[in-house]
């Protein structure tokens, strides 16, 4: 298959069992060796679609409650995450997958290699959130709140989503501003954004407060699953290194690689056949 070809995809939703709608799209392969992705918004999984597509693997991103096309979940928990994976998976008859969670997607890979080990063959954390013990730390997210809804203002559409992030990217590290600017990238974090705040500020906002400021249900210490994989950029100012060193040490089995030239968004960019690669070693093919 050529670089070039156009990626098949498939825009979803499905009505849950208790009655929510999830949205979900699914890049590359209509069958065969799954990757599940969970990021912002389930659109910012094309980062990995020509090289899933390239290597015959079928990629979903999935929209948590709240954020692009996912009603939004009153009184939700980190756990209850797993379950609605789970509902996907089965939807699709999806019996095994692999799972990438990044930045604040990592929570909520975490909480399924947890509840559902069952149904995972890897699972992968890039730049990921951990979960946060020191006080200050703790009221970080409620700092953010407000933050989190001047940002919405500035994602309204893809136009002004691309303006805007060209703009706030000005004080990240090197490596992030030249991944981020760069025109493919760009468009497609753009139209992420758009699809965050797609229901307003609210999703992404209750999202925070679950990944980085209230307990998670769950120790890293009691998650058995035994295929890890964690990947930090040192230059990461968004999640900084030491949070991805103390995951890593927390993870009884946890495959750990740090990148010393490499930020927040710069290290999936430029490491995402790696990364796929990776995970997908695990997998069998599953119909």
């Known amino acids: ?13 499905l009505r849950l069992r208790d009655g929510r709608t ?31 597509q390239q290597s015959g693997i079928r990629l979903i991103g999935i929209d948590r409650p ?10 939700r928990r980190l756990l ?3 379950a609605d994976v789970v509902e996907v998976a089965d939807h699709l008859q999806i019996d095994r997958f692999a799972m990438v969670g990044l930045s604040g997607g990592g929570p909520y890979a975490l909480a399924c290699a947890y509840s559902i080990p069952d149904r995972l063959t890897a699972c992968g954390i890039v730049s990921g959130v951990g979960p946060v013990r020191a006080r200050f730390y703790q009221r970080l997210p409620w700092l953010l709140i407000p933050i989190i809804w001047v940002m919405s203002r500035f994602f309204q559409n893809e136009e002004q989503a691309r303006s805007s992030l060209t703009r706030f990217t000005r004080s990240w590290p090197e490596p992030d501003r030249k991944s981020l600017l760069a025109p493919e990238v760009r468009d497609l974090w753009a139209a992420s954004m758009v699809e965050v705040f797609r229901q307003g500020a609210r999703g992404l906002t209750y999202d925070t407060l679950l990944g980085e400021g209230r307990p998670w249900g769950f120790k890293l210490e009691d998650i058995a699953f035994p295929t890890m994989y964690l ?8 999640v900084p290194i030491v949070m991805g060193r103390a995951v890593a040490r927390r993870l009884p089995h ?13 290290l999936i960019v430029n490491y995402r056949e790696e990364i796929v690669t990776s995970l997908m070693a695990e997998a069998r093919t599953v119909h």
């Not at 298959?1 to 939703?13: A, F, G, K, L």
């Not at 069958?31 to 969970?38: A, I, P, Q, V």
């Not at 690689?257 to 710069?266: A, K, L």
Request: some cysteine; glycine content about 14%.
């Open 1 to 13: 298959m050529s670089s070039t070809d156009p990626v098949e995809t498939h825009e979803s939703t």
């Open 22 to 52: 999830l949205g979900y799209t699914t890049y590359g392969m209509p069958t065969g060796k799954t990757l599940l992705y969970f990021g912002g918004s389930r659109l910012e999984a094309e980062i990995l679609a020509r090289t899933a």
């Open 66 to 75: 709240g954020m692009g096309r996912s009603q939004f979940q009153e009184g």
């Open 80 to 82: 209850d995450w797993p």
């Open 231 to 238: 990947w930090h950029g040192e230059l990461d100012q968004d």
């Open 254 to 266: 946890c495959k750990a690689t740090y990148y010393p030239g490499e930020g927040h968004i710069s």
